[in-house]
């Protein structure tokens, strides 16, 4: 199967809700990052983890390497949060990025 | 701070043509990367490169030719560009082997 696989593809949220996206890897990951991509198409980077969780405003990620498995959690999403949610794991092999799927959100009022 | 530069933003080509991409970043970083994005897809590596002058081919390499002239600078060439083909070629660069990527503004390319 793909070594990232991230759900869901598609996401809709009314202003305020809570959700999360997650990640699952067929393999052990050195690491993981995730990344939103806006509108233009430009990436910005929003969480790098080596293990366990970080928090930033409304959003949070925790990366569990044994379980193979990372997730964002989004707090009382914004219009302003919508685009598409990209994670990305490193294999312990290299330098090398895998990208999952992507998850598209889109946030309603 | 710093800032990933890619050239041009925009570019068509011709069916067969030979195109250049360039990449500038003045973070002081040591690896380098080119990837593709096709429309609604995830990205994939084509190359990458860890220190001036090293070239490492990623899963999408075929069809395409990389070149690390310097430390701040990674350029990819699509050596014979496919009829219809449309993508955004984003660059990346990183600090080291335990660090974030950060991503260059893209570089979208449309074959006609």
């Known amino acids: 199967g793909m070594p990232v696989e991230q759900n869901p593809p598609a996401l809709s949220l009314y202003e305020g809700a809570d959700s999360g996206l997650r990640c699952n890897f067929s393999?052990?990951?050195?690491?993981v990052q995730w990344f939103q991509q806006n509108h233009r198409g430009r990436l910005i980077t929003l969480f790098y983890?080596?293990?366990g969780t970080k928090e930033n405003g409304r959003l949070k990620s925790t990366f569990n390497s044994k379980e193979r498995y990372s997730t964002l959690h989004i707090k009382d999403a914004q219009l302003e949060d919508s685009g598409t949610y990209f994670c990305?794991?490193?294999?312990?092999?290299?330098?090398?990025?895998?990208f999952g799927q992507g998850t598209i959100l889109k946030v309603y009022l | 701070g710093g800032i990933i530069t890619q050239t041009p933003k925009f570019l068509i080509g011709q069916e067969g043509q030979k195109l250049t991409l360039k990449c500038q970043q003045n973070f002081n970083h040591d690896t380098m990367y080119w990837y593709r994005q096709d429309s609604g897809k995830g990205l994939r590596l084509i190359y990458y490169s860890i220190t001036e002058n090293d070239l490492q081919k990623g899963d999408l390499s075929e069809g395409y030719d990389a070149s690390r002239e310097k430390k701040s600078s990674f350029s990819l060439t699509v050596t014979s560009a496919q009829k219809n083909e449309m993508a955004v070629f984003l660059c990346?660069?990183?600090?080291?082997?335990?660090?974030?990527?950060?991503f260059g503004p893209g570089t979208r390319l449309l074959v006609l």
């Open positions: 393999t052990t990951m050195k690491s």
């Open positions: 983890l080596a293990q």
């Open positions: 990346a660069s990183r600090r080291g082997d335990q660090d974030t990527q950060y």
């Open positions: 990305a794991a490193e294999t312990s092999s290299g330098q090398k990025l895998v």
